[in-house]
């Protein structure tokens, strides 16, 4: 279980390393890439097993406000993600705002993850 857990985390950091990532690549010329949406859906993919993971565990398992709020974020992310990427792939503009949104809100869920403890 250790080994699942410790891929698990792995995937889901390289996820929002793909979305923020991307997000400041493309700063100033705004879109949503498709490592952008893989990321959003590997996030949202690992997020939801690592919190299985932590239900099945010993202990008193997870902060459900705080999986609650990221749940919430990421879900918010995948749609804008989703949006966006469909938008670029049809050759059509995507708005600064919803580009933004992508990164913005990911990068509001590592902040969360890492500062509510």
Same mark, same amino acid.
């Given at each position: 279980?250790?080994?699942?857990?410790?891929?698990?985390?792995?995937?889901?950091?390289?996820?929002?390393?793909?979305?923020?990532?991307?997000?400041?690549?493309?700063?100033?010329?705004?879109?949503?890439?498709?490592?952008?949406?893989?990321?959003?859906?590997?996030?949202?993919?690992?997020?939801?097993?690592?919190? =299985? /993971? *932590?239900?099945?565990?010993? !202990?008193?398992?997870?902060? &459900?406000?705080? +999986? #609650? %709020?990221?749940?919430?974020?990421?879900?918010?992310?995948?749609?804008?993600?989703?949006?966006?990427?469909?938008?670029?792939?049809?050759?059509?503009?995507?708005?600064? =705002? /919803? *580009?933004?949104?992508?990164? !913005?809100?990911?990068?509001? &869920?590592?902040? +969360? #993850? %890492?500062?509510?403890?």
């Amino acid at each position: 279980m250790d080994f699942l857990h410790s891929l698990l985390v792995f995937l889901h950091i390289l996820g929002a390393a793909a979305i923020v990532g991307g997000w400041l690549a493309a700063f100033k010329t705004p879109t949503v890439t498709k490592w952008q949406w893989i990321g959003a859906l590997t996030q949202l993919i690992t997020g939801l097993l690592l919190v =299985g /993971l *932590a239900q099945m565990g010993d !202990g008193d398992g997870p902060n &459900n406000a705080k +999986v #609650a %709020v990221k749940l919430l974020i990421a879900l918010v992310v995948v749609v804008a993600a989703f949006i966006g990427r469909r938008k670029a792939k049809n050759n059509e503009d995507v708005s600064k =705002g /919803l *580009a933004h949104a992508v990164g !913005g809100m990911a990068f509001i &869920n590592v902040a +969360v #993850a %890492v500062f509510w403890q």
